[in-house]
């Protein structure tokens, strides 16, 4: 087994686990979720989805191997930084149609 301390801090190095997988290497640390929300801006909301719809989302987020929630969290980061952009440049072009 290679030496911890022999092994540069990188994230390829981290993600093959040669940074310390094993149980003694494991520390469990008690933070409040309040904490944690508050130190990357999260806010807890409750939405209501048609059934279907939330199926679907389930469905999706299993097949890319991850929650339904932080899909859902994807998805509507997707759609605000398009509707953003789509809505700047929208106003550019208005701003260019009044300046001719």
Same mark, same amino acid.
């Not at 409040?32 to 990357?40: N, Q, W």
């Given at each position: 087994m290679t030496k911890i301390n022999s092994i540069k801090g990188t994230t390829e190095a981290w993600e093959k686990g040669l940074l310390g997988r094993e149980e003694e290497f494991v520390q469990k640390v008690n933070i409040?979720?309040? #904490?944690?929300?508050?130190?990357?801006a999260l806010q807890a909301i409750s939405i209501r989805l048609q059934k279907g719809l939330l199926e679907d989302l389930k469905?999706?987020?299993q097949i890319r191997g991850l929650g339904y929630q932080p899909l859902m969290k994807q #998805?509507?980061?997707r759609f605000v930084d398009a509707e953003k952009k789509l809505l700047l440049q929208e106003l550019a072009a208005e701003e260019m149609k009044e300046q001719a």
């Open positions: 409040e979720s309040e #904490v944690i929300d508050e130190a990357l469905n999706i987020a #998805v509507l980061k």
